[in-house]
């Protein structure tokens, strides 16, 4: 992808091994563009990110998780016979969480809300 993370994307070795996802390699390379554009959206445009380039990596493959694991995205309740399913945290919100969760406290991140 071209434009701010274009030299520092993840490849599926680093989401695999580093990251601990479970997405297959199609999987997470169908959500790559979307997670990409997610983090970059969320950064400061001119942010130096030679200093967190692994915690940008780590935002990335979290984002990518919630874009590629739509069946993470459900919660289920059973009791007896009777079963329910609810939708959880919407990709907005999954993604977000995500992207704070690795790049909050860096200075990188634009402040307020992106949903």
Request: with cysteine; hydrophobic share 45%.
């Amino acid at each position: 992808m071209e434009g701010l993370l274009q030299d520092i994307e993840p490849d599926y070795s680093y989401y695999a091994d580093v990251y601990h996802g479970t997405m297959g390699e199609a999987a997470f390379g169908a959500a790559l563009p979307d997670a990409l554009a997610e983090v970059s959206w969320a950064l400061w445009p001119g942010a130096d990110l030679a200093p967190i380039e692994d915690r940008v990596k780590m935002a990335v493959c979290s984002v990518a998780d919630a874009a590629g694991n739509t069946e993470r995205r459900l919660v289920s309740y059973t009791a007896g016979k009777v079963r329910q399913e609810f939708g959880g945290a919407g990709f907005s919100l999954t993604a977000e969480a995500g992207i704070r969760r690795w790049l909050g406290g860096t200075g990188a991140l634009k402040r307020g809300r992106w949903l």
